[in-house]
């Protein structure tokens, strides 16, 4: 039987032990706070929790799903308990520095990232079978072992997840449209309509958001900090899509200022016509 140590008991790292428990897997869960490893044992998200870094020391994977700005800390402070073979993968949604700095402490480094999530956050809300279905994202670069790249997607696949590899910078460009400029966008439309001067009509819009408003504005209701950290860690590829973005808005607002229906109307039946690649199932490509 396999162990694997999941660092940071979140709601990947809790939805992560729920799963690798029903597989098989002896799960060992490391976390900051006493209760949350109390709360872990209790959903039976794990076999084994407390708050001590040693407590991976038998574990053939060790998972780091931290915040993205304490990887690289978590790693090098569990370096001194991990076994030579341990194979160290981490969950953050930005690969490219942080990869470099891992595989540069841990020859068998594998950077990952399930995309999969809510909007809420924490333990209390991890649920099984959250990345069945879903991409996971493996970052090999050319220091990775195969034999580790092997197992994670070993691993990937058995949590039913479509398992695709990429370069670290691949990757963080490729999200930066998908998923940190949506939060973004997302962000910047509540906002906007907060600006909303007369309380009434802001009252009123309110009551009669539906739910289109409520699938353009998901993302951006999502957690703060994690918003906060994709831009941070992402900063070049993120500017770069919010930069064509706002082309695309004022394009936009000049078809609507001059009155070029026209224009608007061939703009809109491309937007139709090329939403389906993102949201629809296509075949896999990069494994």
């Known amino acids: 039987m396999q162990t694997v140590a999941i660092v940071g008991l979140g709601l990947i790292g809790g939805s992560l032990g729920l799963d690798l428990t029903r ?4 799960v060992i869960g490391v976390t900051r706070r006493p209760e949350t490893a109390q709360m872990a044992l209790a959903k039976e998200v794990v076999h084994q929790a407390g708050t001590d870094l040693p407590l991976v ?6 998972v780091i799903c931290t915040p993205m700005d304490g990887v690289v800390a978590i790693a090098q402070a569990l370096l001194p308990h991990l076994k030579a073979a341990t194979i ?28 999969a999530g809510k909007a809420e956050a924490g333990l209390a809300v991890a649920e ?26 070993h691993l990937a696949q058995q949590l039913g997840a479509h398992l695709y590899t990429c370069r670290p ?34 009252a009123l819009a ?11 504005s998901r993302v951006g209701g999502g957690v703060p900090d994690l918003g906060t950290l994709m831009a941070r860690y992402n900063r070049d590829a993120l500017l770069q899509s919010l ?17 070029d229906w026209q224009g608007l109307h061939q703009f809109l039946s491309q937007a139709q016509g090329a939403r389906p690649a993102y949201v629809e199932p296509t075949p896999q490509v990069g494994e």
């Open 23 to 26: 597989l098989g897997y002896r």
């Open 57 to 62: 020391k038998e574990a053939d994977i060790v």
């Open 88 to 115: 160290l993968t981490d969950v953050a949604s930005v690969k490219g520095a942080l990869v470099r700095e891992l595989e540069a402490l841990w020859p068998n480094f594998v950077g990952g990232h399930p995309m």
């Open 128 to 153: 099984p079978n959250l990345f069945c279905g879903r991409p996971y994202v493996l970052t090999p670069t050319e220091r990775t072992p195969q034999p580790a790249v092997t197992a994670m997607a």
């Open 169 to 202: 910078e691949e990757h963080d460009r490729a999200v930066a449209w998908i998923s940190h400029l949506p939060v973004m966008v997302s962000s910047s439309l509540i906002q906007a309509c907060q600006q909303e001067p007369e309380p009434t009509i802001l």
């Open 206 to 216: 309110q009551a009669l958001a539906s739910s289109g408003f409520r699938d353009t």
């Open 243 to 259: 930069n064509l973005y706002q082309q695309q808005v004022e394009r936009l607002k000049h078809w609507i200022v001059t009155e």
